[in-house]
């Protein structure tokens, strides 16, 4: 028997993660699988273990303690404090670097060693700036922009999904 409740709490987790799909098997042979994207079915899924914290939403919205939800109707993200115009002049257009694959951030070449980029390193177009680990393979990831690393969004031995923001880069800087 499939509780309900269960079942549309998975929705709403899934719904609000960076996650497009989430797959649960009982040792009684149920299994659910949830997927946001209908070109999901039929393809072939690699599966990586993932904690029920990492299903939250990694980013979004910053609200100070007691504001609620009602203050970003507006569609400013701004809690109704300016514009969203006013606000992208302010801060510099980053870029980003995603994420090509599920696997596992490591930001240095060995572990201890000295990581490729930290906030507020200069690269150039090309030069690696992580490691993504999927299926064993160390997979070298290189910038796709030159600029100022201006935010890492991963942490060390971190799992990430495809498309997951890695780094903000400064064209600018």
Known sequence: MIDLRYVKKLIEILDGSSVDSIEISTDKGMKIRLSKSPSQR???????????????PAAGPRMSPGEGMAAYADGTGSGGQGTAEAKAEA???????????VGTFYAAPEPGGKPYVIEGTRIAKGQIV?????MKIMNEIESEFAGIVREVMVQDTHPVEYGQVLLRIDPNG
């Open 91 to 101: 801060k510099p257009k980053l870029l980003e670097v995603k994420s090509p694959m």
């Open 42 to 56: 039929g393809a072939v899924q690699v599966a990586t273990p993932v904690s029920m914290p990492a299903l939250l």
């Open 130 to 134: 992580c490691i993504i680990e999927a």
